[in-house]
Structure formats: C-alpha cells, structure tokens
C-alpha cells in the first residue's frame, strides 16, 4: 500500500501536504453481517501506512459502518456519490470487482447524502478468475476470449442463478468465500471434462451479466427515464470479467 500510495505521489507530482487522508479498508479474510454477532475482519496496518507515506491515514472502516447498523460493505456509495451525484440525473453505478456492487444515485442525492443506497449484486470478476486459474492456470480469462468460445448453457445459469442471496432485498452484501463454496457445489455437480470446463467459464460470465442486469432493471424501476434511456435488456450475454468492466465503465449508467 505504502509503495502504491509514494509511487502516486511521485508520478502525479503532488505534494503529501495536499493529501487529506488515505482511506484503507485492508484485506477482507471474513465478513458476516448477517452473523449473530454481526462481524468483519480484515488484514490492515493503518498506522505503518501513516509512519511509510507520512499522510494521515483513516482505518477500520468497514467495522465502524458495521457498528453504525451498516452491513459494512460495499463501501464504493461514499465515494460515488461525491463523484457523480447529479441533479438533472438519476444514476446507477455499477463496480466490478471480485463481488459487483451498485451504487443508486437518485437526483435527491444531491442535498442528502441519506437518499443514496448502495448493495452487493453478488459475485463479479471473482467466480471467472477462480476459474481461469484452475483450468487454464492464469489469474484471469485475458479479452473474454475463453468465455466467448461457446454458448451459455441454461440449465447451468437457472442453477447458478437459484443461489437464495440473489432473491434477498437490500440492503446486503456477499462473502467472497461463501460465493465461490456455493458457485462450487453447483458446478462440481457435472464433470470437469475440458468441454464442461469451458461452458462452465462461459456460464459463469453469463451469471454475473444475468444477475447485474436483473439489480439494475429492478432498481432502476424508480425512474422510467432511466430505462428508457438505457433500453436495458432482458436476456444475459456471454461476457468475460475483463469484458465486463469495460463495458460497465464505457457505459457511464446515465
């Protein structure tokens, strides 16, 4: 992090007094909000950071959003919410990371922070990139192109989109380790011939499309210019996690 941070701060040419404070949230190993007691815990030093960078550094926060009766991610809304709150637009955005998440940006927003909602869709680039690494020993499907190879199978989607957080209502959020055990149990329920393996990889492209789309339909809902704009499609298309995000951030969700 400390290396990340100095690099910037040397490449930019900004100087450490105009920084504010760094924000780190660490390294996510467990988190159940929904857990009696609720928890979350990461890997993070925030005061190394301080000593390393000599910025002041502000830590812990998803444990802090937790004990506020927050379900302590995502924590993207706060900072898309300053960036592209507009009040001549209602905006959705979408961030595709291991778990994909959305933010809603109502044009209220604008004078109060507390009109903006934020939930977990479920899994993002996670389920492909997991996947890529045991069949093709790569950290991720390059382009798409091993996902854009085949078909979507149907049968495997309606089984992968059947996991109950899907259903659930917000707001909520996702352990990436529970994400993969239960996308595990529904693949491993056909062989991993190579042939299986690769509509598998398409599959699991096509669920994370499937699964953004529906959130976004559904959220979007609220504002029938919003769709109209849009014209948001019903059906899922098979997309690798790099395809994905570029078309997310291509799109702007106006």
């Known amino acids: ?20 404070a760094i924000g780190s949230h660490g390294q996510t190993i467990e988190h159940a909000p929904n857990a009696t007691p609720a928890h979350t815990y990461q890997l993070d030093n925030p005061s190394l950071l301080a000593e390393l960078t ?15 009766g927050g379900q302590a991610a995502p924590l993207a809304p706060a900072f898309h919410a300053a960036l592209f ?35 977990d869709t479920g899994p993002g680039n996670a389920l492909m990139d997991a996947w890529t690494a045991a069949h093709l020993k790569q950290s991720y499907d390059a382009d798409g192109r091993w996902a854009a190879s085949g078909r979507v199978d149907d049968a495997l989607l309606a089984l992968m989109m ?25 693949v491993n329920k056909v062989a991993a011939t190579p042939r299986i393996a690769t509509k598998i990889a398409i599959d699991s492209s096509a669920y994370v499309t499937a ?24 059906g899922p298309s098979p997309a690798s996690s790099s395809s994905l995000t570029s078309s997310a951030s291509a799109s702007g969700f106006r």
């Open 85 to 119: 709150t507009a009040s001549e637009a209602y905006r959705l955005v979408l961030n595709l990371g291991g778990i994909a998440n959305l933010t809603v940006l109502p044009r209220s927003a604008v004078e109060s922070t507390q009109d903006v909602t934020g939930l």
């Open 211 to 234: 699964n953004v789309a529906s959130k976004i339909r559904s959220t979007s809902a609220r504002s029938p210019a919003f769709v109209r704009r849009n014209s948001l499609r019903s």
């Open 54 to 68: 000599g910025c002041a550094v502000v830590g812990d926060l998803r444990r802090r959003d937790l004990a506020a």
């Open 1 to 20: 992090q400390a290396e990340a941070v100095n690099r910037l701060l040397l490449e930019t040419g900004t100087p450490r007094e105009a920084i504010t």
């Open 162 to 186: 059947a996991d109950p957080y899907l259903a659930r209502p917000a707001p909520k959020s996702r352990n990436i380790a529970n994400s993969l055990r239960r996308s595990s149990t529904s």
